[in-house]
């Protein structure tokens, strides 16, 4: 675009990315060296001394493979359920007319406003009377319901930009309206589903509160991590290498991704127009 | 738009060759579509009652009711409103609020937009920079708070182990401990996971500028300066508003970093109306009075959130 690119942004922007990596540089560093080096500053350069005790050590001293595998579990069923159904409701208000459309839409789209902390003492009431507390479900149930509100809005957006005209051809040739969604819209939302996947996963994984609360036995990472999160805690070698187990896979999906959430991301339905 | 839409199985049948076929096959093909609206929704429904309208209710329910721990609940109409209003502790909750969510909102969109700015100019070397900065944003709060704990820490924390290296030891201080510096540490590491979000927005507004306006003010002249101030500014105003929404709504209903770092302390410094929401219903099991300042909570997002209800509403006719 401009002929020739000025120079001083490489620099003004390299020192801000440096300041934005020394957390992460930090917590490596903890991670690899011993915790004796760690306590004079885990910046300082001599002595440096290279281990690996705290990767092999934090298994036994924490249940992390376990929270690892419930973080996993909460997160995948948080992400299913959206995939799938979120594309059905957005088919259903776009295409469809039905009493109560507009407002149940309204409703939906706007629950993006309703905070986690309104949720959290009836849902716990709830889980405690039918006996769903500490399962997964207790925390899937609130993540799907409260993705709704923006999932929904993306792929209805994402069928704006649908060509009608394929609907159109699907039902001049004889398709109702769910082999319409089935067998034309489903397959053509992948992208806006792969989007609304990611995301959820992403903030699913890495979520707090409601995990917290109504977890107790099956805790997941972000759950564990929180419990030896205090500033005078010992450990903090293997604090470290906890942070980064409970960081590296959203922080992975996410940079595999990142390209894709800047793209526009408009469509490639099988049609141009 | 979308009324067409709704319509296009009927206007085609009726108008098309087939209209009297499918009409006669489906009967009423009104009350079939409805049925089936209603299957494709029903997941949707049931998880958004369950997981998000019931508890919406019941909180808004109980926030109307004198109910402490195990006692019987009372009905109470406005009482824990009026005590909340009159409770030192909710009004220290307020300020905190405010300066949290506008600090935490200004700082990562300014840092944010900025970023977002310079890099316009030379987009493809500054590329590997953008992704450091976004990629906080792919990290969770929980693990974020741990990585500026060493950062923060008072004995070997990275800020204090600068200062005391460069000689101004006298400044170096417990800052998460101090109740005057606690919230800066705080909201240093929240906008250092939220500023990604920000340089998204933005950016994605820049790269849809016409790279012919951009060649055009450059063949006229304009310095570099001119085209960041005059031309990409402007135009990434809409990325800039939408950060601004999305970061607000979430430093408003932040709790986890506050949580990790302080847990609302010392002495409340730290402490917001959704983590006063949290120590009232949680940790004093006041059931009724936490309800009701969540559902101050949930008001003040909802204010916060007029406009993008309204852009909403025109959206999803």
Same mark, same amino acid.
């Given at each position: ?273 | ?115 977002? /700015?310079?890099?316009?100019? @030379? !987009? ?5 920079? =953008?992704? #450091? +900065? &976004?990629?906080?944003?792919?990290? $969770? ?86 085209? /960041?101030?005059?031309?990409? @500014? !402007? ?5 800039? =508003?939408? #950060? +601004? &929404?999305?970061?607000?709504?979430? $430093? ?66």
């Amino acid at each position: 675009m401009i002929t020739q690119t000025p120079k001083w942004p490489v620099y003004v922007l390299g020192s801000v990315a440096l300041v934005w990596i020394i957390p992460l540089v930090g917590i490596i560093a903890m991670s690899i060296r011993p915790e004796g080096e760690i306590t004079s500053g885990w910046w300082t350069i001599e002595p440096f001394t290279f281990t690996l005790d705290a990767w092999r050590e934090v298994w036994v001293n924490y249940p992390i493979g376990r929270a690892f595998l419930n973080s996993l579990a909460v997160a995948s069923f948080a992400t299913v359920l959206p995939v799938l159904f979120a594309p059905a409701a957005a088919y259903a208000f776009h295409y469809l007319k039905f009493p109560f459309r507009r407002i149940l839409l309204l409703i939906l789209v706007n629950a993006f406003v309703v905070p986690n902390q309104v949720v959290i003492i009836p849902l716990f009431k709830l889980w405690r009377e039918t006996g769903l507390i500490d399962t997964y479900w207790s925390v899937v149930i609130p993540f799907v319901g409260l993705s709704f509100a923006w999932a929904v809005l993306l792929v209805k957006n994402f069928l704006s930009n649908f060509p009608r005209s394929l609907i159109d051809a699907a039902q001049v040739d004889g398709c109702g309206h769910l082999r319409t969604y089935f067998f034309i819209v489903l397959p053509n939302t992948i992208t806006a589903m792969a989007a609304v996947g990611i995301l959820q996963f992403m903030w699913t994984w890495n979520s707090l509160l409601l995990p917290m609360l109504f977890l107790r036995e099956n805790a997941t990472l972000p759950v564990m991590l929180s419990t030896i999160s205090g500033a005078y805690e010992p450990n903090w070698d293997q604090r470290a290498v906890a942070t980064i187990i409970t960081s590296i896979l959203p922080l992975v999906i996410f940079l595999f991704f990142q390209k894709y959430f800047s793209a526009d991301g408009k469509n490639n339905s099988g049609s141009k127009g | 738009m979308s009324v067409q839409h709704g319509s296009i199985l009927t206007s085609q049948t009726q108008a098309g060759p087939f209209a009297g076929l499918a009409n006669r096959l489906f009967g009423g093909n009104l009350r079939r579509a409805d049925w089936i609206a209603f299957a494709l929704l029903a997941p949707t429904l049931i998880f958004f009652s369950i997981g998000v309208l019931y508890p919406l209710f019941e909180t808004i329910r109980v926030s109307f009711l004198d109910w402490t721990g195990l006692s019987q609940p009372k009905p109470a109409g406005f009482s824990n409103y009026t005590k909340l209003f009159r409770d030192a502790n909710f009004w220290n909750a307020l300020r905190v609020t405010l300066t949290w969510t506008l600090a935490c909102t200004g700082i990562s969109v300014a840092i944010g937009w900025s970023v977002a /700015l310079i890099s316009g100019l @030379a !987009p493809k070397q500054t590329a590997p920079f =953008r992704v #450091a +900065i &976004f990629a906080a944003y792919g990290i $969770s709060e929980t693990a974020s708070g741990l990585m500026w704990l060493g950062i923060l820490q008072p004995d070997f924390g990275l800020l204090n182990g600068i200062l005391r290296l460069v000689g101004l030891e006298g400044w170096a201080s417990p800052w998460l401990g101090e109740p005057s510096t606690a919230i800066w540490g705080v909201v240093a590491a929240y906008v250092w996971t939220q500023a990604g979000l920000p340089l998204l927005t933005c950016y994605a507004a820049i790269q849809a500028i016409p790279k012919s306006q951009l060649e055009a003010a450059h063949m006229d002249g304009a310095s570099h300066f001119q085209i /960041l101030r005059y031309i990409m @500014a !402007p135009l990434s105003l809409p990325g800039v =508003r939408i #950060a +601004i &929404f999305i970061n607000l709504l979430n $430093s408003l209903k932040a709790f986890d970093m506050i949580h990790i770092l302080t847990a609302g302390g010392p002495i409340r410094a730290t402490e917001t109306v959704g983590y006063f929401m949290y120590q009232e219903s949680v940790i004093y099991f006041k059931q009724g009075y936490g309800a009701a300042s969540t559902v101050v909570l949930l008001l003040a997002v909802i204010v916060c959130s007029i406009p993008l209800i309204l852009d909403k509403a025109s959206e999803s006719k």
